[in-house]
Every structure is written in C-alpha cells, then in structure tokens.
C-alpha cells in the first residue's frame, strides 16, 4: 500500500472552469476526508464519507463543489465554475473506522483559478 | 465551537537550539491532540499525538504533554537540527454528531533552522 493518493498534484485553470480531483486512500480505510489549505493557514475541513456515505460538509462547502465516493473506494472533488477564491491546497485523508490514530494525508493537490 | 490556537511564526533558530512551540485549545468534552508536520511540497504527515490528559506523546526527538489544566500542547524539542525546518500545525481530533472524527488545526508555524 502506498498509502494516500491525489491527482493531479497541480492544477491551473481558467475562471468559470469546472475541475475535478481524484483521491485513492488507503484500501482498508473506511473514513474519508477532504480539507482545504490556503496561503498561511491550516486546513479546514470540507467534507466526510463513511464508506461511499456522505454523512457531513462544512458549510465552506457552497453548492459549486460536489464530492462522491461511489463504493466506498475512490473520492472525487468537483468544483464547477471556478472562482478565483477557490485557489488552494484540497487535502484528502483517510482513517480507519475504529482506532484512536490520526489520519494519513496524501500530498495534495494545488489548484491556482487565473 | 472547537478551535486550535498556535504561536503565530516564523520561527528561526540556530542549529542545535531548544524549541517551544505553543498550543492551546477549546472544545468540549476530552479531543486527542496531534502535532502535524508539512515539510515543503509535501502532504501533512502525523508527528505525535496524546488521547488523555498528562500524556506525553514522543517522536523524532519532538515531545508534548497533553496538559488539561491549562488546555495546552506545547510542542518541544532539545536540539534542533536543519532537516526540522518546516510547517507545523497543532490539531485537535473531536467527534460530531455524525461519528465524523474531523481534525481542527490550528494556523501553523513556519520554522527555519539555520547552520
């Protein structure tokens, strides 16, 4: 296992874009989040899955973005017209269901809106 | 709400020089606290964590104390070394309503170790 993967790890696009992440967790981790990290900040949490449930966004989470997570495996991010404000580091990270352990972060992946 | 307050950076230091960075928090109940690292065009990776309180958690010469008394979490190390120059952020781990064990970070401290 090579634990937590994001692609891709940069992205530019244009304003009013749409774009899509992809994040691969580790295989027998069942919790999946997303974070975003702006410039000098930490990161903020997003959105959560339980398996393929979606059981939480954050109100940051505005009706542009969408995630899935469709049989409990992969997570997609999808923010459809894109704002110059969503520039950011998206941090996705997954944790097993039982356990007192933190989670494990994949690299990220950066998005610059021009 | 929960939330995560850290000695705001940069910090710089002399190879060899003793680190504090400070951490305190809010939230109810009893949260686990972690240290997360950020070494440059990398992901965050877990440094240390605690679960209750008068823990102390440990890990590459780093070391912190879950302090509930005075809500703190102040990260330590005795001698610093250049290859420590990173970001790190002090967490807390608390649960909601929907078994959703979120992490809240606080703002990061940027450390530069020079020779």
């Known amino acids: 296992d090579t634990g937590v993967s994001q692609d891709p790890r940069h992205k530019i696009t244009k304003r009013g874009q749409n774009v899509t992440f992809r994040c691969d967790p580790i295989s027998e981790h069942n919790r999946l989040y997303w974070y975003r990290q702006t410039l000098g900040q930490g990161p903020e949490f997003l959105t959560y899955?339980?398996?393929?449930?979606?059981?939480?966004k954050s109100r940051l989470l505005s009706d542009r973005f969408s995630a899935e997570r469709p049989k409990g495996s992969f997570s997609t991010l999808e923010i459809q017209r894109t704002e110059q404000g969503d520039s950011a580091m998206y941090l996705c990270a997954s944790s097993p269901l039982q356990g007192s352990s933190g989670y494990t972060f994949g690299s990220g992946t950066r998005l610059t809106v021009v | 709400g929960d939330s995560v307050t850290q000695m705001e950076g940069p910090v710089t230091l002399s190879e060899e020089a003793f680190l504090t960075i400070n951490c305190t928090y809010t939230?109810?109940?009893?949260?686990?606290l972690f240290w997360y690292v950020q070494y440059p065009g990398e992901g965050l990776q877990l440094l240390l964590k605690a679960t209750k309180a008068d823990d102390k958690g440990s890990n590459k010469g780093f070391e912190a104390t879950y302090r509930k008394e005075t809500t703190s979490f102040h990260l330590e190390k005795g001698s610093v070394q250049v290859s420590d120059s990173a970001v790190y952020f002090c967490?807390?781990?608390?649960?909601?309503?929907?078994?959703?064990?979120?992490?809240?970070f606080g703002t990061g401290t940027r450390l530069t170790i020079i020779p």
């Open positions: 899955f339980q398996n393929e449930a979606q059981l939480e």
């Open positions: 939230a109810t109940g009893y949260p686990s």
């Open positions: 967490a807390l781990k608390g649960v909601s309503n929907f078994g959703n064990e979120k992490l809240t």
